[in-house]
């Protein structure tokens, strides 16, 4: 392994945890939404079989059925931003990880004496896609290790 792709496999490893977090944060999003449903279906079913129908009931059957519209929307509005995102970043992560082992193998392009330009390019240009999503490039903090090639 080399020093020159120490920089494309950071940055590998870092739209891997990107994902990796905004997956958590989609589900994270979804649990939220699940307790919001069950608490205006709570109120709801409480409203209804209520026996008197004063003004506690009707508050109580209004925001019953604004916290269910307030979780649909908001499942609505924010899961699918999230899975293109975590989509974009997942793809740039497996992507740059190729690139890097293509460069390893020095593989076209990566055959000649410009191919750690080559790559400082491909690296530059897989992130300007992701951008393109709406997702930022993720802070690389070094956690990734990678692993060995190892002959056939």
Known sequence: ??????????????WSD????????????GFAV?????????????????????????????AAALLLAAAGLDLANKAEHKEA?????????????????????????????????RLQQKVEDVEWDARMFAVSPPVSEGRGQRPELTSI
């Not at 392994?1 to 870092?14: C, G, H, I």
């Not at 990107?18 to 999003?29: D, H, K, N, V, W």
């Not at 970043?89 to 992507?95: L, S, V, Y």
Request: no cysteine.
């Open 34 to 62: 699940v307790a919001l449903g069950f608490i205006g279906a709570s109120l709801g079913i409480a409203a209804s079989q209520a026996e008197s129908r004063g003004l506690e009931i009707t508050v109580a059957a209004l």
């Open 1 to 14: 392994m080399t020093t020159d792709d120490d920089f494309a496999w950071a940055r590998a490893m870092a």
């Open 85 to 117: 995102a975590i989509a974009a970043a997942r793809r740039a992560a497996e992507f740059l990880r190729a690139e890097v082992y293509l460069f390893q193998m020095r593989s076209p392009p990566y055959h000649d004496e410009r191919r750690a330009e």
């Open 18 to 29: 990107s994902a990796y977090r905004r997956q958590r944060a989609l589900r994270r999003t």
